[in-house]
């Protein structure tokens, strides 16, 4: 009923710049959180940026002051901006949301199936 679908992955030299696209769509009443994790090869998944259930964003100390969120409400789509990409930012980038439904009004959690940046040093 709800899909998350990433776009914008692809090869990058490091210093270079990417922009991740996520648009939500399908039967949804709200948005409650919606953000970026990744995983690299080997590694666990972990958080990169987030709109929480708060209003706030979060970012994980590894892309502080590189990586910038952003979102089209109107769109049900977030962006992830990364600049200053570096080798080791090399990973499938995965969007995640809170999202309730028409059908039941409550929040369930969804996950994209990636798109991959490969960083080339």
């Known amino acids: 009923q709800v899909q998350l679908v990433e776009s914008g992955g692809g090869l990058v030299q490091a210093g270079g710049s990417l922009r991740l696209a996520c648009v939500a769509s399908g039967s949804i009443f709200s948005i409650n959180a919606m953000g970026w994790y990744r995983q690299a090869p080997g590694k666990q998944r972990e958080l990169v940026a987030a709109f929480t259930k708060g209003e706030t964003t979060v970012y994980a100390d590894s892309v502080k002051g590189r990586f910038t969120i952003s979102r089209d409400n109107a769109k049900n789509t977030v962006y992830l901006q990364m600049n200053s990409l570096k080798p080791e930012d090399t990973a499938v980038y995965l969007c995640?949301?809170?999202?309730?439904?028409?059908?039941?009004?409550?929040?369930?959690?969804?996950w994209g199936k990636g798109t991959l940046v490969t960083v080339s040093s």
């Open positions: 995640n949301a809170d999202i309730a439904t028409m059908e039941y009004h409550y929040g369930e959690n969804y």
